[in-house]
Nanobody, 122 residues
């Protein structure tokens, strides 16, 4: 299963950015999807997740209302729409996939993209 993350970049505080995570249909169907991030010197943390069956979404508290995870089944792509970005959102963002129900645990995701860097300047 290969995941291809893209969309990162350098933005200013308050700007918006959309991350994409593309994969093949075989790898897309039936999986729960998550976005995680890792800031310099810190561990990887959960940001958002979307379940396969009912597209229910979950968010890290600090991004609620600013970030939105979605899924386009026709394009086998998962998105993370980020708005009102803050310097503390600066990190490498990873998409990940897992079988089963929702989880925010890094270790529960079996498949990972390569990461895309988001830098938010103040």
């Amino acid at each position: 299963v290969q995941l291809q993350a893209s969309g990162g970049g350098l933005v200013q505080a308050g700007d918006s950015l959309r991350l994409s995570c593309a994969t093949s249909e075989r790898a897309f169907t039936g999986f729960g999807w998550g976005w995680f991030r890792q800031a310099p010197g810190k561990g990887r943390e959960f940001v958002a997740a979307i379940t396969w069956r009912d597209k229910k979404t979950y968010y890290k508290e600090s991004v609620k209302g600013r970030f939105f995870i979605s899924r386009d089944d026709t394009k086998t792509t998962v998105y993370l729409q980020m708005s009102s970005l803050k310097p503390e959102d600066t990190a490498v963002y990873y998409c990940a996939a897992r079988g089963g129900t929702y989880s925010s645990a890094v270790g529960s995701y079996a498949y990972w993209g390569q990461g895309t860097l988001v830098t938010v300047s103040s």
